[in-house]
């Protein structure tokens, strides 16, 4: 069982592992190598895993069976569980609770070689649509405050137990700082123009163009201006919305295209470069008179993808800041006529 502990010096909650006691010696700082081979999540592999939460497969085929496309399944060694408690309580001047919440894994192809540039439009809007339902599924439990998905691919970027094409879900009971953080300035800037600080930078980059990596009729990939990795990327609605999961039908399908685009693009740029992908969308709403009611106005979902080519060090660790070698103008540039194979 984990338990959260909030750091009272800056309001960082932090997720322990009572019972692991993992020593010095368990730690592995080797090479990461992973078997090419079939592993739990690949098709024909289902008994492997637990049963499954949510699959995209023909309505012929049989549960935790092959003949699925996208397949979702509790974590085997999750950081938060879904049964119990979350006992709130105080360990003198310390706020505690147990980790209570969900850990899931999207399973995004049943093929082990693909990774998810290498898919089809079609079969990333799969995957995009299955993030969507289980937000949906999940904030209908009052315990979830904020339902967080992130993707690393690359042993680099913290893909270390398998190289199998997936990402992580979870619900969270509490909202992240980071997610807070970006709250609320749009909030304040809301407050102080009563214009949404995504729509109106978005607004800007269209017309500057030195930061645009890709567009469609939907979304926009950008370089953002403080970059703090070198190539990271942006993905934006261009129609404002707070919460990914209200998109649907043509959305996926061009989400997903631009989705495979840049990620293609950065393939091409830095071939094999590892990433992590994170989902930043509106936390559960709370039932409290009066609270955030600007959330659907201020607030605009996206993407970011942010490649691990460039190490955080005791600079940043220490002072919060980050450095980037890389001018997000110069790679934006690199990244929109690197083409697509």
Known sequence: MT?????????????????????????DFGPFTSKPGPCDFCEGHESATPPELYAARPRETSANAPGWTVRIVPNVRPRLRVEGSLDRRAEGFHDLMNGIGAHEIVVETPRHDRSLHQLDPSAIAAVLQAWGTRITDLRRDDRIRHVLIFKNHGAEAGA????????????????????????????????????????????????????????????VALAPFASRFPFEMMILPKRHAAEFATLEGEGHDALARLV??????????????????????????????????????DFHWHLEILPQLWPI?????????????????????????AGSP
């Not at 940043?316 to 929109?336: I, V």
Request: charged share 30%.
């Open 3 to 27: 338990e959260l502990r909030k750091d009272i010096f800056t309001g960082r909650w932090v997720i322990v592992d009572r019972q692991a006691a993992i020593q010095p010696s368990d730690f």
């Open 160 to 219: 270390r137990v398998s190289s199998h094409s997936i990402s992580h879900l979870m619900g969270l009971p509490v909202t992240p700082r980071t997610v807070k953080a970006k709250l609320t300035v749009a909030r304040d800037y809301f407050t102080e123009k009563e214009r949404c600080v995504y729509c109106d930078v978005l607004r800007q980059e269209l017309e500057d163009g030195r930061r645009l990596i890709a567009a469609n009729h939907l979304f």
């Open 260 to 297: 495979q685009d840049v990620l293609r693009k950065l393939d091409r740029a830095v071939p094999g470069v590892p990433y992590n992908l994170a989902l930043h969308n509106s936390p559960r709403r709370r039932h409290k008179e009066g609270y955030w009611t600007t959330l659907e106005d």
């Open 313 to 337: 060090a005791g600079f940043e660790w220490a002072s919060g800041f980050f450095y980037n070698p890389t001018p997000p103008e110069a790679a934006a540039r690199r990244l929109a006529e």
